[in-house]
């Protein structure tokens, strides 16, 4: 329990950051005769010589992240919080077993640890709640990836166009992971998000929730709108020569879904859709221009009126827009 591993899953075993600041600083050394070498030959290479110190004294904060973990773990404070969680826990969880998996860090940095993963006492297959690395959660790892790179990969999906696009940016900035890895973190991170709104909607509708003064005494404007997206599901086949020509409601005896209602099709599949609805809040002056002093919310669903209505409620309260004298505030 606790044991860490660099360089392989049988490499150095890491004990304190210190230990691997001396580690790290003898690679240093060895490395700057070479960049050394290359810049003096040709100084165009500088762009390569930067390039390679970046990811040089990315692998050091990895380094010293990892002896910093280490010696935590190894502390009886930190068993004792491990076995509180495990308690408080909002499913019963086993005791747990230690297993060895491979840990993901800023900057693309990875390695191994030995971590407690405690499995669910009871297993429901409608309602499947997956079992927690407790000590790793401590540190708000999301699985084996570390906060920081969770936020990196996520923030990065969200401004390229496509998962591609996203992993070669990162790959730029010397994060090393796969598609299926990008895909997989902010799969994940979606879902957490997702079940921390639903606590926080339970907890605001049974009244637990305390509120909050962000948004008091400002004047703020609530923003809903709808669209539609596809979503995916099983694709129905449609025969491109037998219904040439016609439109979705002729192929399917069935209303037209989507903006194109009437359209002739084209395709040779249709799919589902739904309509997401995105919610804005934000505080403005007198003068209808937004404030920048405060950070706008924006959320989304794809769930009915009723519960966009719920979700609003939340954000008011939350926010303390409720509060007398009452936020003025438009649709």
Same mark, same amino acid.
Not at 71 to 78: A, G, I, N
Not at 112 to 120: E, F, I, V
Not at 233 to 252: C, M, R, W, Y
């Given at each position: ?43 165009? %290479?500088?762009?390569?010589?930067? #390039?390679?110190? *970046? &990811? !040089?004294?990315?692998? $050091?904060?990895? @380094? ?94 969200? %401004?390229?166009?496509?998962?591609? #696009?996203?992993? *070669? &940016? !990162?790959?730029?900035? $010397?994060?090393? @992971? ?109 003068? $209808? ?43």
């Amino acid at each position: 329990m606790g044991e860490w591993n660099v360089n392989g899953r049988d490499g150095t075993k890491v004990d304190d950051a210190r230990q691997m600041m001396g580690m790290f600083l003898g690679e240093v050394f060895e490395k700057a005769k070479r960049l050394q070498e290359i810049l003096d030959d040709d100084p165009l %290479l500088f762009e390569q010589v930067e #390039q390679e110190t *970046k &990811e !040089l004294f990315d692998y $050091g904060a990895g @380094l010293f992240l990892t002896g910093l973990i280490a010696k935590t773990m190894k502390t009886v404070k930190h068993q004792q919080r491990s076995d509180e969680v495990r308690e408080k826990y909002i499913i019963p969880l086993r005791s747990g077993q230690d297993r060895q998996i491979e840990v993901h860090m800023a900057s693309g940095f990875s390695c191994h640890a030995k971590t407690r993963y405690c499995q669910p006492k009871k297993s429901n297959q409608e309602d499947f709640t997956p079992g927690l690395d407790i000590e790793l959660s401590l540190f708000g790892f999301s699985g084996s990836i570390s906060p920081w790179l969770v936020s990196k990969v996520t923030r990065t999906v969200a %401004l390229s166009t496509s998962l591609d #696009q996203a992993r *070669k &940016e !990162l790959h730029r900035d $010397g994060i090393k @992971l796969d598609r299926n890895m990008v895909d997989r973190i902010v799969t994940q991170s979606g879902s957490e998000m997702l079940t921390v709104r639903e606590r926080m909607l339970d907890e605001f509708e049974s009244g637990a929730m305390a509120p909050g003064n962000e948004f008091e005494g400002q004047t703020v404007s609530i923003q809903i709108d709808g669209g539609r997206t596809r979503t995916r599901s099983e694709l129905t086949a449609i025969d491109p020569l037998e219904n040439f020509g016609k439109t979705q409601s002729e192929v399917h005896g069935l209303p037209s879904e989507g903006r194109s209602k009437e359209q002739r099709r084209k395709g040779t599949f249709t799919a589902s859709w739904r309509e997401p609805k995105v919610l804005k809040i934000y505080v403005h002056g007198t003068d $209808g221009r937004k404030n920048e002093e405060y950070l706008e919310l924006i959320d989304g669903s794809f769930g009915d009126a009723d519960y966009m209505e719920r979700l609003i409620a939340m954000h008011i309260w939350r926010l303390g827009m409720h509060k007398e004298p009452k936020s003025p505030r438009t649709f």
